[in-house]
């Protein structure tokens, strides 16, 4: 597939990524005098809280303030209730889903011990706080912690068949249920409490705020005991969204792949669920991973229109694999993913949204953020073990 490998190779590739990621900082609805990480120069001309906040800290050391207003945007447009909105662009701010994939709370504690900056952690524990008392009041009807997803467009599943009779968003808001809306557990955002619970704990012992602190780390295990008891299904070894009849959706795909992107199992199950699920070529570990949706899933779609999770390999799903991949202990199997993945955007010579997962020809949105960012990583991470 490829020619041996060697990382003096890609440098050129990750010198262009660097250069090309500044290209997409500007400004968007609410910045005053400093700019944001925008997903894209064109298609994607502004910044979602799916992947904004997680990709701006690539940014972190060497522009710390683009990386702060990357995170900070979403608190000014913050809704009284505690809603973030989940995408802003230049003209428009939006609130009619969820669309958040790896939580705010987490980047913004990470960013946080990044800078130093207590002003800021100050002004994200609060902000983030409010968004999880919204999540929590308006998605969470059954009170089990855990959280329902109710439009396609709540988890950034463009294009899914996970989502194939539900609405694309909420028309009257992200805590309106919509008229044919489908109520279910969802396992990806229900994980993202869960992180977004611990992050809220750091933050708050951080802050000399010591009883809160507490509070939610017990509420962070209630949501993890909770996703385990309703959304994994331990006769497949997978998180299923959960319906209200008690049945799962049995689609194998990104949104369990999620799960472990919190770390919501131990490393035991972790492991287990790698070696049936994720490095399982027939599933997920084809010669360009991950694909979107398992390969041998019967609703898999190959191959794959523009802007589909239905079975592409996308590339923030491949930025995320740095999060959870070495925590289960699969080092050399990241390395890998990495290698291919760099090999595959130097020989398209675009940095492009999602790529056919068995052949590696991207499509979708040229100068796309999240790519250069998987690339910027990516040669950090393996320059450091050189």
Not at 175 to 198: C, H, K, T
Request: hydrophobic fraction near 35%; charge should be negative.
């Amino acid at each position: 597939m490829q020619s041996e490998f060697s990382l003096e190779k890609f440098r050129p590739l990750y010198h262009r990524a660097q250069e090309e990621l500044l290209k997409n900082v500007g400004m968007v609805q609410g910045c005053t005098d400093t700019p944001v990480l925008m997903e894209c120069a064109t298609w994607y001309r502004g910044i979602w809280l799916e992947d904004g906040p997680h990709e701006s800290l690539t940014l972190a050391k060497d522009f710390p303030e683009i990386a702060k207003m990357s995170h900070r945007i979403f608190y000014i447009h913050q809704k009284e209730n505690g809603q973030f909105p989940a995408a802003i662009k230049e003209t428009l701010v939006g609130y009619r889903q969820i669309q958040q994939v790896v939580p705010i709370a987490s980047t913004a504690w990470e960013l946080a011990q990044i800078t130093g900056d207590e002003a800021f952690l100050a002004e994200s524990f609060d902000a983030c706080a409010k968004w999880e008392t919204f999540l929590t009041r308006t998605r969470d009807p059954r009170h089990l912690d855990l959280l329902e997803v109710w439009c396609e467009f709540d988890t950034g599943h463009d294009g899914s068949p996970r989502f194939q009779q539900e609405p694309r968003n909420c028309p009257a808001g992200a805590d309106v249920f919509p008229e044919n809306g489908i109520r279910r557990l969802a396992p990806d955002l229900s994980a993202n409490l869960y992180s977004s619970r611990l992050a809220l704990a750091d933050m708050a012992e951080a802050l000399g705020k010591n009883e809160q602190s507490e509070i939610y780390r017990q509420a962070a295990e209630r949501t993890r005991k909770s996703i385990h008891r309703y959304c994994f299904d331990p006769e497949r070894l997978f998180y299923y969204d959960r319906f209200e009849d008690g049945s799962f959706c049995t689609l194998t795909g990104d949104a369990g792949l999620r799960v472990l992107g919190e770390h919501v199992p131990d490393k035991e199950l972790g492991r287990e669920i790698f070696l049936k699920h994720i490095l399982n070529p027939d599933e997920f570990w084809t010669p360009y991973p991950l694909p979107s949706i398992a390969v041998n899933d019967p609703l898999y779609i190959h191959p794959a229109p523009e802007n589909s999770w239905g079975g592409a390999s996308q590339a923030l799903q491949a930025l995320r694999s740095l999060r959870y991949f070495e925590y289960y202990g699969f080092r050399a199997e990241l390395n890998e993913l990495m290698k291919r993945w760099l090999f595959a955007v130097e020989r398209a010579g675009e940095f492009m949204q999602q790529m056919d997962p068995c052949t590696g020809i991207f499509s979708t949105a040229q100068g796309y953020s999240p790519a250069m960012c998987a690339v910027i990583g990516f040669f950090r991470k393996l320059s450091k073990q050189e």
